[in-house]
């Protein structure tokens, strides 16, 4: 296998790009952060989904299943966005793991309420994440990289808006 100009891509996977190596390299890292962090969301979401429990568990899981849906749905797209500019992304779980800046939540019960409040914090998070990475991709002149951020900000504040106002319902006491 030869290696091509960039020293950690193998000149097999090197995907020609307009883009200057070192704009690829900054922009394959920010995009696989993010990429890293969707998967930690969508297990977590998924989590919080198979877990949840009480009076307004039919809502929740639905609601919640219908998120880390919308959460993987962003998965390929992120990777195969790496891969076409010419970078290469995450390889596995190890690889997400010392990536990722959300934190997982590993405990054996979680209060329904709970549950909701650290996904819509989770979903915050990622929203900044995808904005600062939407500045350096900006400077770097990668428009479809951009656009494609602006559509997952978009969904991902519908997510924490959702998440939000089911938090307080009914005051936001479970029972």
Known sequence: MTKSKSSDIAAELDTPSDLPQPAVDKISAALNVLL???FALYLKTKNFHWHVSGRHFRDYHLMLDEQSDQVLATTDLLAERVRKIGGTTLRSIGHIAKLQTLQDNN???VPP???LVELMNDNKKVAAAMRAAHKIIDELEDVASASLLENF???TERRTWF???ASRQEGGNEG
Request: glycine share 6%; charged share 35%; hydrophobic share 40%.
């Open 113 to 115: 309420q709970q549950m």
């Open 153 to 155: 900000i978009d969904e």
């Open 36 to 38: 890293a962090d969707a």
């Open 163 to 165: 998440l939000f106002e």
């Open 107 to 109: 405990d054996g019960y």
